[in-house]
């Protein structure tokens, strides 16, 4: 028998510079759901995954991270709303691939502590 020995990503690291700064960007600028933090880390909720902010406890854990792709539904509106917050993107919404009746739109954008992340969302056409 053969059994599935990973059945989802539970949580994803980001390391930050200044955690006071990504603790805001997280929490006030795309409203993520901050569940505890400490001096040296921040966990967030996003929907059954955990998002974790932490300052590297060795300098050469000391690099940007894997790119978070944040899935909205009108990624037009959500584009709006965080430029308002003065969130930074690097691009606008575009298309990135098309399968079927399905468009997929990317949005890339920068966090407070140079993480490059995307919005992403599915449009049925």
Known sequence: MNMQLIQKVGQIGVPVKDLHRAL?????KLGLSLLFNTDSMAFFECNG????LSLPEKE?????????????????????RLSGKDVIFIDEPHIVAKMGQTETWMAFFKDTEDNTHALMSEVQV
């Open 24 to 28: 805001d960007f997280y929490k006030e």
């Open 49 to 52: 995954l955990r998002l974790l």
């Open 60 to 80: 050469e854990f000391s690099h940007s991270s894997s790119v978070l792709y944040f899935h909205v539904d009108d990624i037009k509106d959500s584009y709006g």
